[in-house]
């Protein structure tokens, strides 16, 4: 098939390269006219500006946008001038699901299909594949199948899962139609709660190794702390990063965040190259408003979502109100404030 | 009735004006011969060493100690060889618990008996009295009655509670006999639980009111952390003093610990005196421990516990983890990671 | 002053004869025409439609909302057309402090005032006084002082905040001009949530003390649970309502809570009328939502929230997934599976 | 080598199969004879008692000990008496790190060496392999290496970590020495609540996509409850399994653990064979333990512990203390309570 792609970043230009390779063809849209280039010298038709990629493109055309969520829609607001009934554009970034519903309908309103895709995969998708959850009417999202198909990782990349039988559904080839307009980045949205709870986990578990030498080193025996109660039974020095590496083997939390994690403690044991200020994207946010909202518990992806909040020092003032208190209570200045009373 | 007092720091100290006030009659010892003759000064009996103390008291003797949890059990082991049978030692300060349980039958073995008085109330005891929670047989502590009296704050300190129908206990004087040896401790353990719960409550409550602002400020717009979705809705300055002042009256918060931060912020504002560093005494920490070892499920209070950790910067291994997995992911450095893929 | 009060539940009715109590005129209606009639037989004007209300009322008008945040709307939209410009209308209820930025934006296209009003004190405002937190222009807010003064508990109502030296402002009579529209639910949507954390700190608190029991009780003996690894420190008979009861004098948690709660287990030990089923209403929802917003790290606040969902069984097929799982790498059933592998 | 297994569970049984397909000898006891008939039945030596196994076993003897944690104190206390100097017992269990100390320490005392190992890998490992983890001196642990190898799974079971440079070192074949007595234990211990973790970031996310058709269901409309504030966004009935079986390929959540869940509703789609009540044994609990003594953080997998404490009713104490506060301040019944006050 032929696709306009719109925006060239890590993950765009990746997608292009492997839909070529594949033998579809691309034409390729960027802010930065060297990206475009680069593209066009491997193979993709460059368009310099949105109304270049609609014009090359065959009706009915195909574009996916691939930029910051920021600026899909004005991204649209261009698009929508220039495209035809039936054309079809795809949102493969991680807007808010909410905002698929809108934009869905507001494109309808010209004939112009939308369909939003959540895309997983990271800079390792060109070679692993993409896993993809789509959301929009069946009749566009049945005709991108061959797309789908090339995107996604393929039926091979995971060992059947045995207890399955049914014989249809796309799922075991790496991409699903979720539902309606929103329904895929409303899945990966959740993807990435999901993700965000289980790097707190390994990270918090290899955090417990790392200190489990706690017992040799002295800790400051002031009345502020409590003590290490049992500090014979904190004298072990294990290396976390083969810890890492074994858990990758046979153990029940094998997993490709193992792996990864396993990766950079074997580059840098001690993650001497980073702060711990640990970003959050707004998946992980609208994953636990959705919780909220649909009045699930959702304690353990909140509290890998405060976690980050904590490691960026944004629970400053909470915790001055916290050592106020004790300053009133106890009569102490903070550094020497006694037992809790 | 006479005492003996081992520790005068702000809390044994008030403890001994409380009780010759009310006309007790107090031996004092402390490893400050200092606070000694200050104390004598106001009345009490010196004693410059425990032989001392216990030379001057009178049989059967009665001795509290409220000395730092880690010297207790020297101070015990010193009065063992000086006291009788009969005696009674009073541990006023923070123990676990289960060493109560353990001194208690070592005591026993020399007929001396053991005490375990959970005392809170902080430096504003001398006037409000103290809230007292004991363990221990009931003989030594029906024989203490008239000491507990006088430190506890006494019924006329709080009305009374409507639904009350017994007529007996002492629990509205603000003493309670908890059960046997470590019971006091216990109640007081998880006292100090709830401390950091409703603590980390009213903190969390006034952060979330002081960041209504943030609407108002500028957010740094990069790929790294989502935007605020609606800034027109948080766009309040709301002056937080005055918060913890209203909710003083009236209010379902209304309490000891919103008394205490409406001070502090009237004092401070800002609370610019403040570093945010918040320490955490053993209690906390032991209360969790019994919850998940009586299978009770604590999430908040252990929520209060790690958001002090966390205020300390001690999950900085575990976030320099989950650094270094967005990293793996996204191919990025830290600083210029883009969206969870 | 004049006032009208719609709708006359417990709330309303209470505000109502507060204010008649210290000379105010009430004109009052509600959908029940039986509790219309109630109040006028205590001294108020009745008004057995919207309509007879405004017609009562001397301009400026002031109309009082109480009623349930669901039918606020279709009450202003009734309401809008019968008031005249520079009447005002107080939203008393526990509205979305979003919907009033709207709403007053939609008065005022008709001149009409919008004053939000969050007010806490539940049952025994009547005696204690109602906290407001109020958000709203200056204007009116300003004219309804009278109001806000009669129905706060007042000054007295606490003892005076020792660091305070600003001798202004009305928070230490219980009423509180918050900010512009909406800061008065945002400030009561907080306080909700911060009674969420401090209610789960005292029910979580109590639930350790209850069970301190654990060791004397037998435990099912087999691989599913942990056994308790030393049942000898969990022998404690401790009776909870005694130390509800001791906890509210000098007490560092002392507070309204733990009165409340001395008084329900003083009516009730073992608390047999309660299922246990913890309803949750949208302010601390709302709260939580402000909070991921914000950035602002809320673990206690949230971990009561899921707490409450968790009471309701809303979080089983979380826990029907997990003991999938538990099955699949255990090759057990449910009730069967062995240790974790 | 040859080796005798005391404990003919569903893991000995594996072990042993697993062993002697590689050609080691294996003598094998447990308390059922049939069990130890059934293994006879496949190659292995039998032995039915102690005394026998120890008698068949050549010098210096392997014993490896896969019985409940509850019994393996006794095993030892017998097995003490029969073993000879230099000979090695292995507890490949789930029992407590600190007891490995203790008891490292008692067998030494006999010339006995005593190494702790943490198998994962649970009904799979036969095939799969087991990942090892492993406590105790380097001595007899490199004797053991032969076993060790056979029972992994093997460095071709996973591709290679790309950053990895280091050549030496066992963890790429899925076994590793992690340090002196009780570190294998330890390691194992954190990987379980690891486990815990990533489970309930799985669990929870389904969950929430299970309840994304939230706005479609009737939701009891009284003051209870917070009404679902934008029904319209959450219309969407997602196929969980479908959603399971996608995120096994090219996904950041790809895991064994996504693998399970993904067999799980692909043979029970609504997981009704299941009741939500999720068992825990003692390493979650033992994992949150360390967090808490070495003052790091855990929120996540303190979450998941309480999270399954909830499934099983164990907070029923404390949501009647919550209940009965709500009923007093708001005096309603717990089924009529209004919105909190």
């Keep these: ?134 959301g929009g009417e069946p009749g566009p999202v049945e005709r991108l199948a061959p797309l789908f198909r090339t995107i996604a990782p393929g039926a091979g990349s995971a060992a059947p899962t045995p207890g399955r039988t049914r014989t249809d559904g796309t799922a075991p080839q790496g991409y699903l139609h979720c539902g309606p307009s929103g329904a895929g980045h409303f899945v990966k949205m959740v993807h990435n709660g999901v993700e965000y709870g289980m790097m707190a986990a390994v990270a918090e578990g290899l955090g417990i190794i790392k200190h489990a030498d706690a017992g040799l080193r002295a800790r400051t025996a002031d009345a502020e702390t409590a003590p290490l109660s049992d500090p014979e039974a904190y004298r072990y020095e294990i290396d976390v990063a083969e810890v890492a590496e074994v858990w990758r083997r046979g153990s029940v939390v094998g997993s490709w965040l193992v792996d990864l994690t396993a990766d950079a403690l074997a580059r840098s044991p001690q993650l001497d190259d980073f702060t711990g200020r640990v970003s959050d994207s707004g998946e992980g946010r609208w994953t636990v408003l959705a919780a909220i909202e649909e009045s699930v518990p959702a304690p353990v992806i909140s509290a890998a979502l405060y976690q980050r909040y904590e490691s ?30």
């Design 312 to 341: 960026r020092g944004l629970g400053e003032f909470t915790a001055k109100v916290l050592s106020a208190m004790r300053s009133e209570f106890g009569g102490h200045a903070e550094k020497r404030s006694g037992a809790d009373a």
């Design 1 to 134: 098939m032929q696709l306009g792609m719109v925006g060239l970043g890590r993950m765009g230009a990746n997608l292009v390269r492997r839909l070529m390779r594949d033998g579809h063809r691309c034409v390729v849209n960027d802010v930065s006219p060297d990206a475009v280039r680069a593209l066009e010298g491997e193979g993709a038709t460059p368009a310099f500006s949105l109304e270049e990629l609609v014009e090359r493109l065959e009706r009915p055309r195909t574009v996916w946008l691939m930029v910051p969520a920021g600026v899909v829609q004005e991204t649209l607001d261009h698009l929508v001038g220039l495209l035809d009934p039936d054309d079809t554009v795809i949102d493969g970034g991680n807007s808010y699901y909410r905002d698929d519903i809108a934009r869905a309908r507001a494109l309808a309103e010209h004939g112009i299909r939308y369909v939003d895709c959540g895309t997983s995969g990271g800079v390792w998708g060109l070679e692993r594949g993409y896993c993809l959850m789509i």
